[in-house]
């Protein structure tokens, strides 16, 4: 069908949009500049590079906008296999938007913070410990989410084994990805001593995560035919 093929392509440009939005706002800023460990750092890290610091909010707010996107779009892709599995892998996807939302209302109040300050050269521990404790509660949200998220990843991992238009072995590495993003995020929320195996458990997420939903992202864009070519029954289509 004409309709899902457009469909496949505009889940791809939402998760490359999605990838490309989330590596800048969380790598390229928030890794740079927040040292939970130095909250006197941080704060004259993020007073000094408002303009970076806003722009990965706004990066942030992109993010979640196309996720709803991928929301409905993966929604239309994949019913087909299993109406039932397809709708709780895109529930689940959805809760993890709107957790998201609110941990972004922790790092909005901090933005505001740091504006207000009038010089970065004084120091003020209320203020420092405030962003520290937003920031922290920002990361610990985020982390919920992903939980939701992960059993999304591992919901759509048996649709695209079961699927017709995608590769099995796509299915496998989403699968890892979710494991992945499990065991990462149980190990933050409860393990003590995780900054000793932070590598570690980065690389479990990371290189899966990305190899796997990086290559789900180009399938959509440039193999949409496949969904295309699919023998979807006619009241599928209307739904």
Do not use: C
């Not at 990843?153 to 699927?163: D, P, Q």
């Not at 065991?183 to 990371?206: G, K, R, W």
Request: proline share 2%.
């Amino acid at each position: 069908m004409k309709d899902l093929k457009r469909i496949s392509k505009l889940s791809g440009i939402a998760y490359l949009i999605i990838f490309i939005t989330g590596i800048y706002a969380n790598f390229f800023v928030l890794v740079r500049l927040v040292e939970l460990e130095n909250p006197t750092l941080t704060v004259i890290n993020l007073s000094t590079e408002k303009s970076a610091f806003e722009l990965a909010i706004f990066g942030f707010v992109i993010m979640l906008i196309f996720d709803l996107v991928l929301v409905w779009g993966l929604y239309k892709l994949f019913r087909s296999v299993s109406w039932e599995f397809t709708l709780m892998a895109s529930t689940l996807r959805l809760i993890n938007v709107l957790i998201f939302g609110v941990a972004l209302y922790h790092l909005i109040a901090v933005f505001h913070i740091v504006t207000s300050i009038d010089s970065i050269t004084v120091h003020n521990q209320f203020l420092e410990t405030k962003v520290i404790n937003l920031l922290n509660d920002f990361n610990n949200i985020w982390l919920i989410g992903l939980l939701f998220f992960a059993f999304h990843l591992a919901l759509l991992a048996y649709l695209v084994w079961r699927s017709s238009a995608v590769p099995k072995w796509l299915g496998v590495l989403l699968m890892i990805a979710a494991i992945g993003y499990v065991v990462d995020s149980f190990a933050q929320l409860f393990l003590l001593n995780y900054p000793d195996y932070e590598s570690f458990f980065a690389l479990a997420v990371i290189v899966p995560g990305v190899i796997g939903e990086l290559t789900l992202t180009f399938w959509l864009l440039f193999r949409s035919n496949k969904f295309a070519e699919l023998p979807y029954l006619s009241n599928l289509n209307r739904a």
